[in-house]
Protein backbone atom coordinates (compact mmCIF):
# COMPACT_ATOMS: atom_id res chain seq x y z
CA UNK A 1 0.00 0.00 0.00
CA UNK A 2 0.85 3.60 -0.39
CA UNK A 3 3.51 5.06 2.31
CA UNK A 4 5.28 8.16 3.00
CA UNK A 5 7.47 8.27 5.75
CA UNK A 6 8.92 12.45 6.37
CA UNK A 7 12.40 12.78 7.95
CA UNK A 8 14.84 15.89 8.49
CA UNK A 9 12.81 18.37 10.56
CA UNK A 10 15.19 20.25 13.41
CA UNK A 11 15.51 23.03 15.21
CA UNK A 12 17.18 25.58 13.47
CA UNK A 13 17.96 29.32 13.92
CA UNK A 14 16.42 31.94 11.81
CA UNK A 15 18.79 32.36 8.46
CA UNK A 16 19.18 28.49 8.88
CA UNK A 17 18.42 25.46 6.41
CA UNK A 18 16.98 22.15 6.68
CA UNK A 19 16.53 19.26 3.73
CA UNK A 20 13.37 17.37 4.57
CA UNK A 21 12.80 14.17 2.72
CA UNK A 22 9.91 12.32 2.09
CA UNK A 23 9.97 8.62 1.78
CA UNK A 24 7.52 6.76 -0.84
CA UNK A 25 6.72 3.20 -1.16
CA UNK A 26 3.84 0.96 -2.67
CA UNK A 27 3.64 3.73 -5.86
CA UNK A 28 5.66 5.26 -8.44
CA UNK A 29 5.57 9.21 -9.20
CA UNK A 30 4.17 8.95 -12.81
CA UNK A 31 0.74 8.78 -11.40
CA UNK A 32 0.83 11.10 -8.22
CA UNK A 33 1.15 14.62 -7.71
CA UNK A 34 3.50 14.93 -4.65
CA UNK A 35 3.09 18.04 -2.21
CA UNK A 36 4.25 19.70 0.91
CA UNK A 37 2.11 20.90 3.37
CA UNK A 38 2.61 22.35 7.05
CA UNK A 39 0.23 23.12 9.77
CA UNK A 40 1.81 25.65 12.58
CA UNK A 41 0.09 25.47 16.04
CA UNK A 42 -3.71 27.42 16.04
CA UNK A 43 -3.58 27.42 12.17
CA UNK A 44 -4.81 25.48 9.35
CA UNK A 45 -2.82 23.11 7.00
CA UNK A 46 -1.81 25.17 4.33
CA UNK A 47 0.32 24.23 1.10
CA UNK A 48 4.12 24.88 0.56
CA UNK A 49 5.04 23.27 -2.48
CA UNK A 50 3.88 20.75 -5.24
CA UNK A 51 6.07 18.71 -7.77
CA UNK A 52 3.41 17.20 -10.59
CA UNK A 53 4.11 14.21 -13.02
CA UNK A 54 5.66 13.26 -15.24
CA UNK A 55 7.21 16.64 -16.36
CA UNK A 56 8.37 17.10 -12.33
CA UNK A 57 6.75 21.11 -12.93
CA UNK A 58 7.11 22.75 -9.49
CA UNK A 59 4.82 25.54 -7.77
CA UNK A 60 5.42 27.73 -4.48
CA UNK A 61 3.40 29.29 -2.31
CA UNK A 62 3.90 33.05 -2.50
CA UNK A 63 5.19 32.77 1.17
CA UNK A 64 8.64 30.52 0.32
CA UNK A 65 9.20 30.96 -3.14
CA UNK A 66 12.54 31.77 -3.35
CA UNK A 67 13.59 29.80 -0.56
CA UNK A 68 12.04 26.74 -0.59
CA UNK A 69 12.85 24.07 -3.70
CA UNK A 70 11.01 20.55 -3.70
CA UNK A 71 12.64 17.75 -5.83
CA UNK A 72 12.55 13.71 -6.73
CA UNK A 73 14.97 11.38 -7.07
CA UNK A 74 12.99 8.55 -8.88
CA UNK A 75 15.42 5.81 -8.24
CA UNK A 76 15.39 6.59 -4.57
CA UNK A 77 11.69 7.26 -4.80
CA UNK A 78 12.24 9.99 -2.86
CA UNK A 79 10.77 13.50 -2.53
CA UNK A 80 12.57 16.67 -0.62
CA UNK A 81 12.31 19.86 -0.10
CA UNK A 82 15.21 22.21 0.96
CA UNK A 83 14.45 25.30 2.92
CA UNK A 84 16.88 28.08 2.87
CA UNK A 85 17.24 30.95 4.60
CA UNK A 86 14.70 30.16 7.53
CA UNK A 87 12.00 32.14 9.29
CA UNK A 88 10.36 32.02 13.17
CA UNK A 89 7.13 31.91 10.71
CA UNK A 90 8.64 28.58 9.40
CA UNK A 91 7.96 26.81 12.41
CA UNK A 92 5.41 24.17 11.41
CA UNK A 93 4.85 20.21 11.12
CA UNK A 94 5.85 19.36 7.61
CA UNK A 95 3.82 16.71 5.62
CA UNK A 96 4.46 15.15 2.27
CA UNK A 97 1.45 14.69 0.38
CA UNK A 98 0.61 11.89 -2.86
CA UNK A 99 -2.27 12.47 -4.86
CA UNK A 100 -3.29 10.04 -7.24
CA UNK A 101 -4.08 11.94 -10.33
CA UNK A 102 -6.51 9.29 -11.87
CA UNK A 103 -8.59 8.36 -8.67
CA UNK A 104 -7.45 11.68 -6.71
CA UNK A 105 -6.96 9.62 -3.48
CA UNK A 106 -4.72 11.80 -1.12
CA UNK A 107 -2.55 9.70 1.21
CA UNK A 108 -0.55 11.47 3.93
CA UNK A 109 2.42 10.81 5.79
CA UNK A 110 3.05 11.36 9.26
CA UNK A 111 4.94 14.51 9.35
CA UNK A 112 8.05 15.60 10.54
CA UNK A 113 8.43 19.34 12.94
CA UNK A 114 10.57 21.91 12.29
CA UNK A 115 11.52 24.71 14.86
CA UNK A 116 12.81 27.66 13.66
CA UNK A 117 14.11 29.84 17.26
CA UNK A 118 17.36 31.69 18.14
Known amino acids: QVQLVESGGDLVQPGGSLRLSCAAS????????MSWHRQAPGKERELVATLSSPGGNTNYADAVKGRFTTSRDVAKNTVYLQMNNLKPEDTAVYYC???????????WGQGTQVTVSS
Open 97 to 107: KARNIWTRADY
Open 26 to 33: GFTFSSYI
